[in-house]
């Protein structure tokens, strides 16, 4: 059966014959997609059908050239029409790989899109670039990677060599102008933690002579990067495009290595480049109990729609439990969503639930910054712990992310946090658990 999103009411639904929408599985927004006028979650060619209907939303090319793009070959996109707008002339700088359907109901607008109508595949379009480049024919290689984009819209290749298609032909400083279509949906490519993590590369493109750096990312975790002394604005992914100014170089946090040649384990740090903001500790002051016990956040489970979270979190509550009979220990919780036994674990261990004030990730800073030690699996609150320069322990499988290193306890990115990890392939929480029970005597034994 055919896959179709919605991003409308029923009232506009009901334009469309039943048997003809029978074809369809329907589904329908929410708020994990991204923006409605992006779909920045949604994979390129997963739809058959995306219908719209949102008074809230502007018809604009960019917008029109992203639901493209979640749309499979022969896709429909069904619009409700608007006054004020022609639909064709919203069709137009697509025509190459897009028809408009004229029909009887003059509520709706309908578009296929159809890149066959090219006549040729990626491949050949590509090969079609360099020629043109070759015999320069600039005007040739830029309607090329016009159609590069448009049959594939999540690399950034055909983006990248309109600026230097551009500026070979003079003109200059277009950055900003192409790659605001391309950020609207690829922006937010990275996780919380990751961009926690390479915020800390800030610190030495500052110390090369930057003047101003700005960094763009998902809102929960804007008012905590708000506290790095080396980043001079922070802006909302979502407000990316109409509050970004003239920049000089602009690069995803995560390719910034790629450019330095000194070895990262040597390149000069700012331990920690976070901090908690003092406003938000007294709320999480009147909740930690106190005494000379060891204070301990804890998280044991991530986003369960996370690719790897069969393996990265622990849903066997047995190894947990164990934990939390600990002796001179009082833990915390900082994992924001609980199951009905996970909550009944708490209860019954009288672990301190602080979840339900954390909304955002400069709460969880604030809170972190009160305890002792931080045990958690990966997540961006390993992350947060990190750039504060807590004291960590990370719980990690055997197969794990990259930034974790092959086998080593140490970490390059933050030299508070020690990994312990499965001993081999088959699952091992216990022994991890075992592992830190003592490393947390032997930081309550040095304090």
């Known amino acids: 059966m055919k896959k179709a999103l919605v991003i409308a009411n029923e009232a506009f639904m009901d334009n469309f014959l039943p048997a003809w929408k029978a074809q369809f599985e329907f589904e329908y927004y929410s708020e994990k997609m991204g923006q409605k006028q992006s779909l920045p979650a949604i994979q390129q060619n997963a739809y058959d059908a995306l219908f719209v209907d949102d008074e809230g939303l502007s018809y604009d090319e960019d917008t029109f050239f992203c639901w493209l793009r979640v749309l499979k070959e022969e896709g429909i996109l069904a619009l409700k029409s608007k006054a004020g707008i022609s639909p064709l002339a919203l069709h137009q700088p697509f025509s190459q790989v897009v028809s408009y359907q004229e029909n009887t109901n003059v509520n709706v607008w309908l578009y296929f899109k159809d890149t066959k109508r090219l006549g040729k595949s990626y491949i050949d379009i590509y090969v079609d670039f360099n020629n043109a480049l070759l015999r320069n024919d600039l005007m040739s290689a830029l309607e090329s990677l016009e159609n590069m984009a448009?049959?594939?819209?999540?690399?950034?290749?055909?983006?990248?060599?309109?600026?230097?298609?551009?500026q070979k032909a003079g003109v200059t400083n277009q950055e900003e102008t192409v790659f605001q279509r391309y950020l609207r949906y690829k922006i937010n490519m990275f996780g919380l933690g990751d961009e926690i993590m390479f915020a800390q590369l800030a610190h030495m493109l500052k110390l090369q002579g930057t003047k101003k750096i700005t960094l763009v990312a998902q809102k929960p975790i804007i008012s905590l990067l708000q506290t790095h002394p080396d980043i001079d604005e922070v802006i909302i992914r979502e407000n990316a495009n109409a509050e970004l100014t003239h920049f000089d170089y602009w690069v995803y946090p995560h390719a910034i290595l790629a450019h330095v040649a000194m070895p990262f384990q040597l390149q000069p740090k700012r331990i920690p480049y976070l901090s908690a903001i003092p406003e938000k500790q007294p709320l999480?002051?009147?909740?930690?109990?106190?005494?000379?016990?060891?204070?301990?956040?804890?998280?044991?489970?991530?986003?369960?729609?996370?690719?790897?979270?069969?393996?990265?979190?622990?849903?066997?509550?047995?190894?947990?439990?164990?934990?939390?009979?600990?002796?001179?220990v009082d833990f915390y919780c900082l994992q924001k969503e609980q199951n009905e036994a996970e909550k009944d674990l708490l209860a019954c261990y009288q672990v301190t639930d602080l979840s339900a004030d954390l909304h955002d990730m400069a709460d969880t800073a604030a809170a972190i910054s009160l305890l002792d030690c931080i045990v958690t699996v990966d997540t961006s609150v390993a992350h947060v712990a990190g750039a504060l320069n807590k004291p960590t322990l990370l719980m990690l499988s055997y197969v794990v992310d990259w930034r974790w290193g092959s086998y080593q306890r140490e970490n390059l990115w933050y030299p508070n946090m020690e990994s312990i990890r499965w001993r081999a392939m088959i699952e091992d929480w216990h022994y991890v658990i075992d592992e830190v029970k003592q490393a947390l005597a032997k930081i309550s034994a040095s304090r």
């Not at 448009?150 to 551009?166: M, R």
């Not at 804890?298 to 009979?325: C, M, Q, T, Y």
């Open 150 to 166: 448009l049959l594939d819209p999540d690399s950034p290749a055909a983006f990248l060599a309109k600026v230097q298609t551009l």
């Open 284 to 328: 999480f002051c009147k909740k930690i109990i106190k005494n000379d016990r060891l204070k301990v956040g804890i998280v044991w489970r991530g986003d369960p729609s996370h690719e790897n979270d069969a393996n990265r979190s622990i849903h066997d509550l047995r190894p947990i439990e164990k934990l939390f009979n600990t002796d001179n």
